[in-house]
């Protein structure tokens, strides 16, 4: 029989199910239910699956969020555009906006110490990709995403916007830092910096 030429048993599908077919359909169940159990058990035991929390939220009260934390906590600026490096206490609540294009401000982490790390969008769909870590976070405008994070490794990391957002999308790049516990940030030549170093991998320079 093919697909071309009409079945020569008009009722075909009464013929009993072949073993060799059976068996397969067997397989493909047994996987998809294996792989369905796996996202709750990958969520808990994974370690890399984000708990999140969102909350509705309007650009204008984000922003103004993000600003009381940079009027606070800058330590030092990076780049001819000055973004501010903020170096807010261990376990606050850290604020990174998303806008066309650039995230803003950079932060500056210690190792060890858990974070409430906020992200939300000025415009668009953004999405947060911390490089080289294996971590990506939709970033969407309205909502205000909160994650709990524990930096493990201290060094400088780049910060990609991995949604398509514009005719900018591949300038949306930035840093964030991790240092040793109880190690603060004070003024060094980093704000001379011009903006080529941000698209480098520079992790482990500690
Ligand atoms: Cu923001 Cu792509």
Not at 14 to 38: H, K, S, Y
Not at 73 to 88: I, S
Not at 107 to 130: I, N, P, T, V
Request: hydrophobic fraction near 35%.
């Amino acid at each position: 029989m093919s697909s071309i030429l009409p079945p020569s048993t008009r009722v075909w599908w009464n013929q009993p199910l072949d073993r060799v077919e059976g068996t397969w359909i067997a397989i493909a169940l047994i996987w998809c239910l294996a792989m369905f159990f796996m996202m709750p058990y990958w969520h808990i035991f994974g370690k890399q699956n984000l708990s999140n929390e969102a909350y509705r939220i309007t650009a204008e009260a984000y922003s103004k969020k993000t600003q009381e934390m940079v009027d606070k906590f800058t330590v030092r600026t990076e780049t001819e555009l000055k973004v501010p490096v903020v170096h807010p206490p261990a376990g606050s609540d850290v604020y990174m906006i998303a806008r066309l294009w650039q995230w803003w401000p950079i932060l500056e982490l210690e190792k060890g110490q858990a974070y409430r790390l906020h992200l939300s969008s000025m415009d668009y769909m953004h999405s947060f990709s911390l490089q080289p870590e294996n971590l990506n976070i939709q970033v969407v405008p309205g909502y205000e995403g909160v994650y709990t994070v524990t930096p493990t490794r201290a060094g400088k990391y780049s910060v990609v916007c991995n949604e398509f957002c514009g005719i900018g999308h591949h300038t949306m790049v930035s840093n964030l830092y991790v240092v040793e516990k109880g190690q603060g940030s004070t003024n060094d030549d980093s704000a001379k910096d011009n903006g080529n170093s941000e698209h480098k991998n520079e992790r482990g320079e500690k």
